[in-house]
């Protein structure tokens, strides 16, 4: 079976609204490498949309896997529960960066914790409304596509949506939107659309994903955490991306002094399984009665057999250290690419979370098709990368914080060749 004859079936069998980026097939891949059924070789930068922190089948979370898969697979947790969701629990517990005693629920999918840190975010205020930003993404279900702060292509088409959803500006140096711009556009939401006692939470990415890897400045978070306090509103930090060692520290939100009160988690959490979860002061996260939270998969043993290994992967192979070490190498790669390509309007980095902007060097303006021709030349000498921006004119780097150094180097040197044509 060969790419072409798999594309063919693929369009006549799955729907057009499933966008797929690459037009070949993968067969299998390890660590950072992947390989489709033609047998081609490639470098993944992308790790699933920053899913494999720690590689494609690490050898810890695969074995942990089968042995979970020895004993069972699936219980439902509300049904019948198992120790090990418990024992990720209090290790996320004892781990997450917020303020006093903490409990933990899993779900499935990051939309699913984006979800359900809205309804518990409402169930302790008895609050209906929610802040989210521009540029955010949190999600594809209908609530969490109300809250991503981009309508192509997520929510085109889509409507009507949930109410009670409002949209401030992030802050960003690099389009020249300041932390008190921010704040004050918040205030106005309050002023003109919703009534401060009415918000129940204000959600953010502390690093936009989609949005284009845009870093929130300490400043803002601390306002934030401030305008909080003042109206009785709860402070949500979206870690789905962010989360378990991409920045540089397990959570992005340890970057900061003042604290989320509760934390979603997903993607990276279960190495390549399914599993998601929410994070939060123990008397906010027991606000809703018993049954309001939960879902059929929610918490697979599997997956949470996954979620344990990973996290001891991360201490033991020490991968927020290397994510520091391999970002600013990668950070050094796209400040000397600047002299042969004008095009680099930006560079933004925490970690390995690294994204870099290209506009028209004779119109200033974002330029996607600049941004399209790196990435095509980049993946015609076998490296994957990821775009996103709300003008899709971003590059951003998700490589495996596992990778080997030889491979990170000639992954470097791709890039280089992609960005000087």
């Not at 009534?195 to 502390?206: C, M």
């Given at each position: 079976m060969s790419n072409s004859e798999l594309n063919q079936r693929r369009l006549a069998a799955t729907p057009r609204g499933v966008g797929v980026m690459c037009d070949f097939y993968a067969?299998?891949?390890?660590?950072?490498t992947l390989w489709d059924i033609e047998g081609r070789e490639f470098t993944d930068f992308a790790a699933g949309i920053a899913v494999l922190n720690t590689g494609h089948r690490h050898p810890k979370v695969m074995a942990a896997v089968r042995e979970q898969l020895e004993r069972f697979t699936h219980t439902a947790y509300q049904i019948v529960p198992y120790g090990s969701y418990v024992e990720l629990a209090e290790r996320i517990n004892a781990l997450a960066p917020i303020s006093g005693p903490a409990k933990t629920t899993f779900f499935t999918t990051g939309s699913e914790a984006v979800e359900n840190a809205v309804k518990i975010a409402r169930a302790y205020t008895r609050r209906p409304g929610v802040i989210a930003f521009s540029a955010a993404f949190h999600g594809r279900t209908l609530l969490t596509m109300t809250l991503t702060g981009k309508v192509a292509p997520y929510s085109t088409g889509f409507g009507p949506f949930p109410g009670s959803i409002f949209?401030?500006?992030?802050?960003?140096?690099?389009?020249?939107?300041t932390v008190e711009q921010?704040?004050?556009?918040?205030?106005?939401?309050?002023?003109?659309?919703?009534?401060?006692?009415?918000?129940?939470?204000?959600?953010?990415?502390?690093?936009?994903?989609?949005?284009?890897?845009?870093?929130?400045?300490?400043?803002?978070?601390?306002?934030?955490?401030?305008?909080?306090?003042?109206?009785?509103?709860?402070l949500i930090a979206d870690e789905v991306q962010t989360g378990f060692a991409r920045t540089g520290k397990l959570f992005a939100m340890e970057y900061y002094q003042d604290k989320a009160d509760l934390i979603t988690m997903a993607k990276s959490l279960g190495g390549g399984f399914p599993i998601s979860g929410v994070v939060g002061r123990a008397e906010v996260m027991d606000a809703p009665a018993p049954g309001g939270l939960g879902g059929t998969y929610a918490g697979n043993p599997l997956a949470v057999a996954a979620a344990l290994s990973v996290l001891s992967v991360i201490e033991e192979e020490q991968l927020c250290q290397r994510a520091q070490r391999l970002g600013a190498a990668l950070v050094e790669t796209l400040q000397k690419a600047k002299a042969s390509c004008p095009a680099i309007a930006d560079i933004r980095a925490q970690g390995s979370m690294v994204a870099v902007e290209f506009n028209d060097p004779q119109t200033g303006k974002p330029s996607a098709e600049i941004t399209r021709k790196i990435q095509h030349k980049a993946l015609s000498e076998g490296l994957l990368l990821l775009t996103c921006g709300v003008n899709g004119n971003v590059i951003r780097f998700l490589y495996p914080l596992t990778i080997p150094e030889t491979q990170f180097t000639q992954a470097l040197t791709i890039l280089g060749r992609a960005l000087a044509q």
């Open positions: 067969d299998k891949a390890e660590n950072a949209h401030a500006v992030y802050p960003s140096e690099h389009q020249g939107i921010s704040i004050e556009s918040i205030e106005r939401i309050m002023r003109t659309d919703i009534a401060a006692d009415q918000v129940a939470a204000i959600l953010l990415e502390p690093v936009q994903g989609e949005g284009g890897f845009n870093v929130a400045p300490p400043e803002f978070i601390s306002a934030l955490r401030e305008l909080c306090d003042k109206h009785g509103i709860l």
